[in-house]
């Protein structure tokens, strides 16, 4: 158990030392010795679990596309994405400070996946509505992919210009032009 919290506190600490570097510069610049000095950890503590300071940026999208995963989850509901949507706007409103730096760093294709597979499973419980009776498989997931990178990139500019929108907004201009 102590082992399990030294290792997620070492893991926080690098994760908040790389982002605070990130503010000023690009991740290819960054070294392990100047990450493990703004992050108050050893270079042979950093090698125990990466291998490069871009692992942790891995990290930080993988823990961001888990959480939600789970509130789209939590959501669902039949016809109704609206739901999952709020909950999703309301994460990236909360988390902006990390999802803009995540933005600048070019790290929507993670996000598109996930948004992706979140509109797939909406897709896969209204198989019996109108929208897959006219289109074959292919072209729906042709389909979810061209909703899919349209609200990843609404949602990054909204978290970068930002846009005086509140999540509620957002998730209601999203739902209002995915639901056509």
């Known amino acids: 158990m102590k082992d399990d919290q030294r290792i997620a506190l070492t893991k926080r600490l690098l994760q908040e030392g790389l982002l605070r570097l990130l503010k000023s510069k690009d991740i290819s610049k960054i070294n392990v010795t100047e990450l493990c000095n703004e992050s108050g950890i050893n270079r042979a503590t950093f090698y125990r679990h990466y291998e490069q300071p871009g ?16 509130l789209a ?5 039949h ?12 994460y990236f409103y909360e988390n902006r400070d990390m999802l803009s730096i995540l933005f600048k760093c070019r790290t929507d294709d993670e996000f598109v996946d996930l948004i992706n597979e979140l509109y797939q499973k909406q897709y896969s419980l209204i198989k019996h509505s ?8 292919t072209s729906l997931k042709l389909a979810t992919y061209y909703v899919s990178g349209g609200i990843i990139y609404m949602l990054r500019q909204w ?18 032009l995915t639901s056509k």
């Not at 692992?55 to 789970?70: F, G, Q």
């Not at 016809?79 to 909950?87: G, S, V």
């Not at 978290?159 to 209002?176: D, G, H, R, T, V």
């Open 159 to 176: 978290i970068l210009e930002p846009i005086n929108k509140s999540p509620k907004e957002m998730a209601q201009i999203i739902y209002q």
């Open 79 to 90: 016809l109704n994405a609206l739901p999952w949507l709020e909950d999703i706007c309301n």
């Open 130 to 137: 109108d929208i897959t009776n006219t289109h074959d498989d």
């Open 73 to 77: 989850d939590k959501n669902r509901t």
């Open 55 to 70: 692992d942790i940026l891995t990290d930080i999208r993988r823990n961001m596309s888990l959480e939600v995963k789970k």
